[in-house]
């Protein structure tokens, strides 16, 4: 079974930056692509960027291009996702999942799933 946990979320000005990680555990096969979601209150979760196992794709929700760059070290289980220019519409909680294969952008995808890390951007 796998197991994720999310760090890295919290208070941010307008115009900053944080780092989420996410890393994982208890993976029995490798190749496992990993995706960001974020689910902001009253609202469905949503897709925000995903990374291959080998880091050779990522993928964007359009909100977030120019802004947001996934990337992931093997070596250390971990992915991150650097969210830079933040801005109060970013405000969410945000999930990290693992999937080894699929339509990426698709939260049906994903079998295994992290608890969360808010993510708050004052104005």
């Known amino acids: 079974q796998v197991q994720l946990v999310e760090s890295g979320g919290g208070l941010v000005q307008a115009g900053g930056s944080l780092r989420l990680s996410c890393v994982a555990s208890?993976?029995?096969?490798?190749?496992?692509?990993t995706g960001w979601f974020r689910q902001a209150p009253g609202k469905e979760r949503e897709f925000v960027a995903a990374i291959t196992w080998t880091g050779g794709a990522t993928y964007y929700v359009d909100s977030v291009k120019g802004r947001f760059t996934i990337s992931r070290d093997n070596a250390k289980n971990t992915a991150y996702l650097q969210m830079n220019s933040l801005k109060p519409e970013d405000t969410a909680v945000y999930y990290c999942?693992?999937?080894?294969?699929?339509?990426?952008?698709?939260?049906?995808?994903?079998?295994?799933w992290g608890q969360g890390t808010q993510v708050t951007v004052s104005s």
């Open positions: 208890g993976r029995t096969f490798s190749s496992y692509a």
């Open positions: 999942a693992e999937a080894r294969s699929g339509n990426l952008y698709s939260r049906g995808t994903y079998p295994y």
